[in-house]
């Protein structure tokens, strides 16, 4: 061959000579600040020889792709740092994550917090030596052997479970891992980056196998967009709801009860108030609330198959007569309560509601705040309905969905479809029919729409709406899926228009989805500063001096009748403190009460900003709250 003729992403094209490498490509053709490259679609190393005919793309620091190089490279710096400070530490998976990355170690000591700076001192020194990354391919023979000698079995592990005759490994310096790759072409090119955390992890993310250390880290392509990060963290920590949380009197957590939230007055009020907003939606789109059994036999998880494939995500319990589960989910419940009854077609869709509280056996390494829990409760509902009701359902929950997102200003939404995964249940026409159902309903939702293959439940096809929030972090909160499995299962059927019997089509659906995570989310993304509809405290009356509690009495009296949530601070400290205090406690009015308000029979009050509102009588200022409720909910 006399030449490689190489076409850029740009159309232009060029031939070079054979074993060129793409960085000479890259040097001749001017491009600059590369950190890897993509030939004919496939991200390869700088150095990587190019063999023949191609289409070349050049990756950039700032791009996705460029990110997720540096980060993986990053990772890799890390361990070769650990590794020379901790001798006989043996490293299992790095991987890149959002905004970061990890790697899990197996040592016998615990890592320290101050042993992060050790570590990120010893990378910054590997850095400066500008160390050649360098691929390599071994036979898969070989490659075991070298980890073996190394007294690195979690690799050893690794590669025995890989099909392929030869493996790929990434050498800086003295230190080798086993890789994919690509990396950057030398550890100079990795620019900013902190450590971030410890933490615990099982390998292979199994309980039942030994336990790692885990160490987080964030990198980015320069120090601006490091510093920007770092920021949001500490905001992220400012936000935390579970800092938040007991802060504001709202819940708590107990080893007595893991995983298990304690709500107090004040939480219980925006708990309560969540549901019940969700319930005047389920009058207006024609939802029935049941109540179910929170204990089964598992009999019932046998059918539906949750038994098989959720096991041990479950509380089972032998008892006299069998085993019982407490139920992780409303779906089989649901299912008996459809079957229970014959129904025709004219009596569909039916739709069942429940705000039971489910349990699941989450790890005691997972729990974390409300965010991931073993008790809590969703807006949970199950809609059956005829093949040709399909749609009409699909847009009536996206019409809810947006409703409801609205509401609480969630205006950053990003919607997913998630297709069949490798091990599912159900025929596989039924798959291929709801997931053309869910296309059609998100063609016509007006979202643009991530395609997110085999990442569906493992009973139907699903669409999951993700929320973005202030800190610019992605929540999956509403989900439709389409059951291909337990209608079948569970034999249920309605007598169609001609009077043969059908299995109607199965509707999981929640627009909140766990109340507890709900809570969590929207915590942080106010940070605690709930709209007035939703603040446990809305108002707190606040008295100048005691001369001034007699009327701030009445007016707390008078507010309370007209159904706000009032507190009265009429302590014997200056009006200062408890205007602060207030603040603190997130309320959205201070009230205050002093000698003009009394003499005009009048309120002055204070908005949670600080902004100062002209005094006016009580029943005009209830008349502007009013005003704000009903803006907030969109009904202004």
Not at 227 to 233: F, G, M, Q, T, V
Not at 310 to 317: G, S, V
């Amino acid at each position: 061959m006399d030449s490689i003729h190489v076409t850029f992403a740009d159309g232009n094209a060029v031939d070079v000579r054979p074993g060129v490498r793409v960085v000479e490509l890259a040097a001749s053709a001017g491009a600059k600040n590369l950190v890897a490259a993509k030939i004919d679609g496939q991200a390869v190393d700088l150095n990587r020889v190019i063999e023949k005919d191609c289409t070349v793309e050049w990756i950039t620091p700032e791009s996705a792709e460029g990110l997720d190089v540096l980060r993986h490279s990053t990772a890799h710096l890390m361990a070769q740092a650990v590794q020379s400070l901790f001798p006989g530490t043996q490293v299992t998976i790095g991987p890149t994550i959002e905004h970061g990355f990890y790697y899990d170690f197996k040592r016998d000591q615990p890592f320290l917090p101050e042993d992060l700076d050790l570590i990120e001192k010893r990378m910054q020194e590997l850095v400066k030596a500008n160390l050649k990354v360098v691929r390599e391919e071994l036979p898969r023979a070989e490659a075991i052997e070298l980890f073996r000698q190394m007294g690195e079995t979690y690799k050893v592990e690794i590669i025995e479970g890989i099909s392929a005759d030869k493996v790929s490994l990434y050498r800086q310096g003295d230190w080798v891992d086993l890789c994919r790759g690509p990396h950057v072409p030398s550890t100079g090119a990795i620019k900013a980056f902190k450590l971030i955390s410890i933490a615990g992890a099982y390998w292979r993310g199994d309980s039942r196998n030994e336990q790692l250390q885990r160490i987080y880290g964030t990198g980015w392509a320069n120090r601006k967009d490091l510093e920007a990060y770092l920021k949001r963290i500490e905001e992220a920590k400012q936000r935390d709801h579970r800092r938040l949380g007991p802060a504001l009197d709202l819940f708590s957590l107990h080893p007595i009860a893991p995983g298990s939230p304690f709500f107090h007055p004040k939480g219980t009020i925006i708990y309560n108030i969540l549901i019940q907003y969700m319930r005047e939606l389920y009058k207006r789109y024609g939802y029935s609330e049941v109540v179910t059994p929170l204990i089964y036999k598992t009999d019932l998880w046998k059918t539906s198959g949750h038994y098989e494939a959720f096991h041990d995500d479950m509380f089972l319990m032998n008892v006299h007569d069998g085993e019982y589960g407490v139920k992780p989910m409303n779906c089989p419940g649901h299912c008996y309560l459809f079957g229970s009854r014959k129904y025709s077609y004219r009596d569909l869709p039916i739709r069942f509601a429940d705000f039971s509280r489910l349990h699941r056996f989450e790890p005691s390494g997972v729990l974390s705040g409300l965010t991931r829990v073993r008790s809590f409760a969703q807006d949970d509902a199950h809609i059956y309905c005829t093949p040709e009701q399909l749609d009409g359902e699909l847009e009536q929950f996206v019409a809810m969905t947006k409703e409801v997102y609205k509401v609480f200003g969630f205006d950053r939404i990003e919607v997913t479809l998630q297709t069949r995964p490798e091990k599912f249940l159900g025929r596989i026409e039924l798959w291929d029919a709801a997931e053309a159902g869910l296309r059609r309903c998100l063609e016509r939702s007006g979202f643009s729409v991530q395609l997110l293959p085999g990442e569906g439940a493992f009973y139907g096809p699903k669409i999951g709406f993700d929320f973005r929030d202030v800190l610019e972090r992605s929540w999956t909160l509403a989900t439709v899926q389409i059951d291909c499995a337990m209608p079948e299962r569970f034999g249920l059927k309605y007598v169609t228009s001609d009077g043969t019997e059908a299995a109607p089509v199965m509707l999981h659906r929640a627009v909140l989805g766990s109340i507890e995570r709900f809570i969590a989310i929207l915590l942080e993304h106010c940070a605690g500063a709930f709209p007035l509809w939703l603040a446990p405290v809305q108002l707190t009356v606040l008295t100048v001096t005691d001369d001034h509690k007699e009327y701030a009495a009445k007016v707390v009296e008078r507010l309370r009748v007209g159904g706000w949530r009032v507190e009265f601070d009429g302590r014997n400290e200056k009006l200062g403190y408890k205007i602060r205090e207030a603040q603190l406690a997130k309320v959205p009015y201070a009230v205050i009460i002093g000698d003009k308000e009394v003499a005009a029979e009048t309120v002055a009050p204070r908005r949670r900003g600080g902004e100062t509102l002209q005094p006016l009588p009580v029943a005009e200022f209830a008349k502007n709250l009013h005003a704000e409720l009903a803006q907030e909910m969109g009904q202004a």
